[in-house]
């Protein structure tokens, strides 16, 4: 029986950091009150006019496989998931392929908006256990959403952020540890609620869309409140149902962090106190398919979690698509 382990983490942010008060500027009212209080957000990174999907991808890949050491050579596949891509074709992920040398890797873009990294780990996880070819998976999460926002939209220009991470999975024989299970869900009546809707070709790029704005990210309607934390619940009690544990048994939840209190509403419907959920948003605002895999990195770093833990990924994004995936350390 083969399965996957992470064997190894690493992210990356820009080094522009944009305060709080750089949009209490912007807006021309105080917008860092809110934030801080409602989202823990004091900060976060975005690109320089030079950087791109592809570069944050690049650095979060580097160290992710420096912490697994080993070589990007020894890799057989490489999955990105970004809903802002390198480029509309070809994928992100052969551009990241070539950049850091993996040349035997087969490569695959995911595309779930801010549900990508889970759903790329569970792709990953499934990859592992079925072939006996792939014994080296990397799973990138980049995001440079700043490239897509409206200076002049308060509802989303002072939430989203740019940054990536990345995890190594080797595949191991009958091992205890690694991926134990992984659920897939989406909602698509959603689907034109919030996101990028210019660019590819329902609305190709014209002078007149981007006059209009239209190839910005766009809040179209507002989400029913109550969504992500009775579907997160659902799916984490069902996958838990699924290899017999308790959600109380797992040792660290990380969830997509683009609210606070969806996280710890979520955490009180398990029974689960709130320690055991990661947070890197105070930091880092809010970075789509890139910040479970970069909280997760942060807390490998700073040391609280161990071989043996048990560890829950939960994700969601526009769509509305929702990833699950139980692994053990």
């Known amino acids: 029986m083969r399965n996957s382990l992470i064997v190894g983490s690493g992210s990356y942010v820009p080094e522009r950091i944009i305060p709080n008060s750089f949009f209490n500027e912007l ?7 809110w934030l801080t209080e409602n989202l823990t957000i004091h900060e976060r990174r975005w690109c320089e006019e030079n950087q791109s999907t592809a ?16 070589s990007a050579d020894q890799l057989d596949l490489l999955i990105v998931a970004t809903d802002t891509p390198e480029y509309i074709s070809p994928s992100t992920a052969s551009v990241v392929q070539y950049r850091i040398g993996a040349k035997k890797a087969g490569t695959f873009d995911i595309n779930t908006a801010c549900a990508g990294f889970v759903t790329a780990l569970d792709t990953a996880g499934k ?26 939209d308060k509802k989303t220009v ?36 919030m996101g990028i809707y210019a660019g590819g070709t ?23 409140k ?24 797992i040792d660290h939840y990380f969830f997509t962090q683009i609210n606070i209190n969806t996280i710890w509403e979520t955490l009180d419907n398990l029974g689960v106190e709130k320690s055991k959920a990661h947070t890197i948003m105070d930091k880092y605002g809010y970075t789509g398919s890139a910040c479970i895999p970069m909280a997760f990195d942060d807390a490998v770093k700073k040391g609280k979690v161990h071989k043996g ?17 139980i692994f053990k350390y």
């Open 27 to 33: 807006l021309g009212e105080d917008v860092d009150t």
């Open 55 to 70: 570069d944050l991808a690049v650095n979060a890949a580097l160290k992710a496989l420096e912490s697994a050491r080993i």
């Open 127 to 152: 990859f592992i256990q079925a072939d006996e070819k792939y014994n080296y998976v990397l799973v990138i999460g980049a995001y440079a959403m700043s490239k897509y926002l409206d200076l002049t």
């Open 158 to 193: 002072t939430l989203f952020a740019d940054g990536a991470g990345a995890v190594v999975l080797k595949s191991e024989i009958n091992s205890e540890r690694g991926f134990l299970t992984g659920s897939l869900f989406t909602d698509g009546q959603y689907s034109d609620w």
């Open 202 to 224: 329902h609305m190709p790029v014209t002078h007149e869309v981007v006059e209009n704005k239209e190839h910005l990210l766009k809040f179209v309607k507002k989400f029913p």
């Open 226 to 249: 109550e969504i992500n934390p009775t579907i997160w619940t659902k799916m984490i009690k069902e996958s838990c149902e699924k290899i017999n544990i308790l959600p109380s048994q």
């Open 309 to 325: 833990d048990l560890l829950c990924f939960m994700g969601s994004g526009g769509g509305l698509a929702f990833a699950n995936a």
